[in-house]
């Protein structure tokens, strides 16, 4: 049977071992069965029949030349966290894209209040996932608190930081984070960090199969993000039966559920350092935030993504998309 062709665009490339990539990446995986992919980082032509964008401001030149070139084919934007929460604020060309999409993906359940209300008929959410792995068992000698988070602005490691520095008397909680030093002032405020501080440990980059293990292995995972579109290790965590600490955030709270009871203000190093207190200290809280997780699970299954996706691509190669756009 012929299959119909699609590429996947996305500003990252392998190297950068990014959301981003490890989406383009999963996606062409999760779609190859019905059509046949390409993954690039731009497009300079071709006879596809729909193109997936990642990314509504770095991949808007691409987004403008498909349009350009197929102005009733199928495109779809995805919208990052950056894009959602800043770009289409202030960025002419993240703006462009999202006019120009017949749909917009959000990757959390909450993206879509952060359109212009214009817009909003346009958004589908389609949740990322990950397989599941076996919840461990941990020692009870102390708990260690897991961020995985490459260092730039916007993962906001400070406040996990000042959040260890704070909970520094404790023998029995420790500190971990995984994440390259994206921007290098934070790579060597970490290093001086970890050497002040014996039970904080910054590990660098590190291999994904070696993360999944860490979270496993973690009592909790702390998210501390200004901004997210939808985290791949928070939903890396619920999938590992791994309780959660996150930023009161929509990208978080569309992940974790809005009345999820382990959040603190963006920014609140002292909230968080309650927040780990609590977690050592009480002994049903931990039970009780990875069971309210363990409900939300299979909604991150690979399945429901392909499920979700497919469907989504259904509905547009049905129909010819309206081509008029602002």
Not at 18 to 31: I, S
Not at 81 to 101: F, P, V, W
Request: aromatic content about 4%; hydrophobic content about 45%.
């Amino acid at each position: 049977m012929h299959r119909l062709s699609l590429v996947i665009v996305t500003p990252s490339v392998a190297a950068a071992n990014n959301g981003n990539w490890r989406t383009a990446q999963r996606w062409a995986r999760l779609l190859g069965a019905a059509y046949r992919v390409r993954l690039g980082d731009g497009w300079n032509g071709g006879d596809e029949a729909a193109m997936i964008a990642l990314h509504a401001r770095r991949s808007a030149p691409a987004i403008a030349a498909w349009r350009a070139a197929h102005p009733a084919r199928a495109l779809v934007v995805v919208l990052t966290g950056t894009d959602l929460y800043r770009d289409i604020d202030s960025d002419a060309a993240a703006r462009r894209s999202l006019h120009l999409a017949d749909t917009l993906v959000v990757l959390n359940e909450l993206g879509a209040q952060r359109l212009p209300e214009a817009l909003r008929g346009k958004a589908r959410v389609v949740l990322q996932s990950c397989p599941a792995r076996t919840t461990l068992p941990h020692t009870q000698r102390h708990l260690r608190a897991l961020m995985v988070g490459h260092l730039r602005d916007e993962k906001d490691p400070r406040t996990y930081w000042r959040a260890a520095a704070r909970l520094a008397a404790r023998s029995d909680i420790r500190f971990d984070h995984i994440g390259a030093a994206l921007d290098p002032a934070l790579g060597a405020e970490a290093d001086a960090l970890a050497a002040r501080l014996p039970r904080l440990r910054w590990l660098g980059a590190r291999p994904h199969d070696e993360v999944r293990r860490r979270i496993q292995r973690a009592h909790v995972l702390v998210q501390a993000s200004r901004m997210e579109g939808g985290a791949q290790t928070v939903i890396e965590a619920i999938r590992s039966g791994t309780p959660v600490l996150a930023s009161r955030i929509d990208g978080n709270l569309g992940l974790l559920g809005a009345d999820y009871e382990g959040v603190f203000e963006p920014g609140d190093d002292a909230a968080l350092a309650a927040l780990l207190a609590r977690a050592r200290d009480e002994r049903d809280m931990l039970p009780r935030l990875a069971a309210a997780l363990a409900a939300r699970s299979r909604r991150f299954a690979p399945e429901a993504e392909r499920e979700a996706l497919q469907a989504l691509l259904a509905a547009l190669l049905a129909h010819e998309p309206n081509t008029a756009r602002p």
